[in-house]
């Protein structure tokens, strides 16, 4: 992969007040984002989220294409 581009997001949502159900749906959602890209955007190899320490709200996103990210 000499070509290879990365990505990495910051995404800071909103102040969550009730944090067992919405952390929840978020990381869901972000769980079928992250299945949905790996099997369908061509190149993607590789896709992984970590939340923050310090932050409940900040989650950082990194990705991996093999030659070009989609537009």
């Known amino acids: 992969m000499t070509n ?3 990505l990495l997001m910051k ?3 909103k102040p969550i ?3 067992a159900d919405k952390v929840v ?3 869901e959602a972000l769980k079928n984002h992250m299945k949905w ?3 369908n ?3 993607c190899r590789k896709f992984d989220v970590v939340s923050d320490a310090k ?3 900040k989650f950082h996103l ?3 294409y093999e030659d070009e990210m989609p537009s």
Do not use: H, Q
């Open 4 to 6: 290879a581009k990365e």
């Open 11 to 13: 995404n800071d949502t």
């Open 17 to 19: 007040s009730d944090p």
């Open 25 to 27: 749906e978020f990381i």
């Open 37 to 39: 890209t790996l099997g």
């Open 41 to 43: 955007e061509p190149g």
């Open 55 to 57: 932050d409940r709200n």
């Open 62 to 64: 990194y990705e991996l």
